[in-house]
């Protein structure tokens, strides 16, 4: 069966400093990867999606970026954090062709 | 703008009585239709979805949905509430063939004992 981890958990960083977020999903080959935030216990805002290794797609422009090293590797990365980062960070994959996401436990990042 | 949209930000039902969440979306085409659950502090799990065929869908826990599609809705239903069934509900919609979902806003959904 499939398995999506996330780590870290929980994350407090100072504004300024770097982040690196990592997804991996095991039991699956060549999945579809997602990176959604979540501000606030509500919506759901898709930030990131990948098809295959290297093929990122950026949804809204900001202060992060992807990376996918791995076939079922998915990193989210900041270069310097903004307070604004802060939230419920959500990695998701789904089969290719098809139509249902899966998702990881969350990672959430406090940025002081 | 393709939109989705759940209406009510909370919903109080009593245990053992139905309960019903609510969708409509504005999308172009045929899209896919999706209910997600989220517990505190969790990732989403899935509860069911609709591609095509039989409008209503079963799903997991109980729960079901039924499509509409000249009201363009997507309904969670379950014919009789647990407190359990207490969490956040999510309806999501994927423009044909786009592999990406557009989420409504979320509902609350709170089964008093």
């Known amino acids: 069966s499939q398995t999506i981890h996330q780590w870290p958990a929980t994350l407090v960083q100072p504004v300024g400093s770097p982040l690196s977020l990592e997804c991996t999903v095991e039991g699956t080959s060549n999945p579809n990867l997602y990176w959604y935030r979540q501000a606030a216990g509500r919506g759901l805002q898709l930030l990131f999606y990948?098809?295959?290794?290297?093929?990122i797609s950026s949804e809204v422009p900001q202060n992060l970026s992807a990376s996918r090293p791995q076939d079922r590797q998915f990193i989210l990365s900041s270069k310097k954090l903004l307070l604004s980062d802060s939230g419920f960070y959500l990695c998701a994959w789904a089969g290719q062709g098809k139509a249902e996401q899966y998702f990881g436990p969350g990672t959430r990042l406090t940025v002081t | 703008a393709q939109s989705v949209a759940q209406p009510e930000d909370q919903v109080n039902v009593a245990e053992g009585n139905p309960l019903t969440v609510k969708c409509t979306y504005s999308?172009?085409?045929?899209?896919?239709l999706f209910w997600y659950v989220q517990y505190p502090n969790r990732g989403l799990q899935f509860l069911l979805k609709?591609?095509?065929?039989?409008?209503l869908v079963k799903g997991s826990y109980g729960f079901e949905a039924e499509f509409n599609k000249s009201q363009t809705s997507f309904h969670l239903k379950k014919p009789s509430a647990l407190v359990s069934d207490s969490a956040l509900y999510f309806c999501?919609?994927?423009?044909?063939?786009?592999?990406?979902?557009?989420f409504g806003t979320g509902t609350r959904l709170k089964v008093l004992a």
């Open positions: 990948s098809v295959g290794i290297g093929q």
């Open positions: 999308v172009s085409g045929n899209p896919y």
């Open positions: 609709y591609i095509t065929g039989d409008n």
């Open positions: 999501a919609v994927e423009p044909s063939g786009t592999y990406k979902y557009i």
